[in-house]
């Protein structure tokens, strides 16, 4: 199982197709964001290795200042490379969002190359993607494409790794545990200490200002234990036992699926305003997360916590697709029906219904969702409907059509 570590098969942003980018002339800056250990530095090595042009690698993740002076001081050691050969050079900056006032310098620096006219390739890395879109946006408007970077899916953990449907329910999405599921409780340390408690503290605590860090530790706890269920965010709070107030879990949310963690899903009406006042489905972004919080790393075929891990990798599966702004995922309910997912890409309009036993599916929610919307597209996802590993296999955009 201990393999080395490479993503054979990375599905939304090939390392040839950023290869092929910084092979252009230089247009754009080119930004990988993604949470923790999903391989964006490895993505980038592996472009670089491939390319005969000279380039910098630094890290803002390093134990040295990182400022303004810094980040500067790093961008002329890559123009003495541009200037040096006719092909230019290239600068990657891995964690960018820690160096301070990184968005305003890389906008200055890079106007003044484009003015000098001076082959100097941009990337930018950073696992903090709410940051990183709000350095892009404050500043660099117009000067960037993004290559988003999500968890593993099934298809890349098997081909790197040999997992199983049932090892990657399990186990999730995660390239750097992947070498420990032998030794389940290390692995679980592992996750706990290296992954979990590294983002939160690094990517989240220290980077945006949070007045309760205790509350968002255990909202982030509440969230994996519940992951594919509908809680209000008052029985959260009676859950929690804090006497916090509904708009903060509601951010510390927010600030969890930035990290690429936890989210809340909205409820879908046809109408925004009804959706962002609904009660939230609590949903993971990787269902190893799920496994690590609990302590349990059996999950028996019959069992309820199975049947929480398949319902939770099929939402992972569409919540690391909508990181891409092109689809948007919500649930609905209306009185005692439900559909466990909606996913919503323009016009089309997808129904996902999650059975995670053999037996015959009966199905009152989605029909009563396809009533209501009659252009919705039904899917069922095990039972007698589409098998759980082929659904989890395929890109979603591949189910929005029939």
Not at 160 to 178: I, K, M, N, S, V
Not at 204 to 214: E, F, G, I, N, S
Not at 335 to 345: Q, Y
Not at 372 to 397: K, Q
Request: hydrophobic letters at 45%; aromatic letters at 8%.
């Amino acid at each position: 199982m201990a393999r080395k570590l490479h993503r054979p098969a990375f599905e939304r942003a090939q390392v040839a197709v950023l290869t092929g980018r910084l092979q252009e002339p230089r247009r754009f800056i080119q930004v990988v964001a993604g949470p923790r250990q999903v391989g964006k530095t490895t993505l980038v090595t592996q472009a670089l290795a491939r390319l005969d042009v000279p380039h910098v690698f630094v890290s803002a993740d390093e134990p040295t200042l990182r400022d303004t002076a810094w980040l500067a001081a790093q961008w002329e050691r890559a123009r003495a490379e541009a200037k040096r050969s006719p092909e230019g050079a290239i600068l990657a900056v891995d964690e960018v969002q820690k160096a301070a006032h990184w968005s305003e310098t890389v906008k200055r620096l890079w106007d003044e190359d484009g003015r000098r006219g001076l082959a100097l390739h941009v990337v930018l890395l950073g696992s903090s993607p709410l940051l990183v879109q709000q350095g892009l946006t404050e500043s660099l408007a117009g000067r960037f494409e993004v290559v988003r970077a999500p968890h593993w899916s099934l298809a890349e953990m098997r081909a790197a790794f040999g997992f199983d449907l049932e090892a990657y329910l399990r186990f999730g999405g995660y390239p750097g545990a992947a070498p420990l599921v032998g030794d389940p409780e290390r692995w679980r340390r592992y996750l706990l200490d290296a992954l979990i408690e590294t983002t939160i503290a690094r990517d989240v605590l220290l980077m945006t200002r949070v007045d309760k860090p205790a509350l968002l530790r255990r909202t982030f706890e509440l969230g994996c234990r519940y992951s594919g269920q509908i809680l209000s965010y008052t029985k959260m709070l009676g859950q929690l036992q804090e006497a916090g107030n509904t708009t903060t879990l509601a951010h510390y949310l927010d600030l969890l699926a930035g990290a690429g963690m936890l989210t809340g899903l909205s409820k879908y009406a046809g109408a925004v305003v009804r959706q962002r006042g609904s009660s939230p489905k609590l949903q993971v972004f990787n269902t190893a997360l799920m496994s690590a919080i609990a302590g349990r790393l059996d999950a028996p075929p019959e069992s309820a916590f199975r049947g929480r891990l398949a319902e939770s990798a099929v939402g992972a599966h569409l919540v690391n697709a909508a990181t891409d702004h092109e689809l948007e995922v919500f649930y609905w309910r209306e009185r005692d029906r439900e559909v466990d997912f909606v996913v919503k890409s323009g016009p089309d309009l997808l129904a996902i219904e999650v059975k995670s036993g053999a037996a015959r599916t009966h199905r009152p929610g989605l029909d009563a969702f396809t009533r209501a919307f009659p252009r919705a597209r039904p899917l069922v996802v095990g039972g007698d409907g589409v098998p759980l590993e082929a659904f989890l296999e395929r890109p979603v955009r591949s189910w929005l059509v029939a």
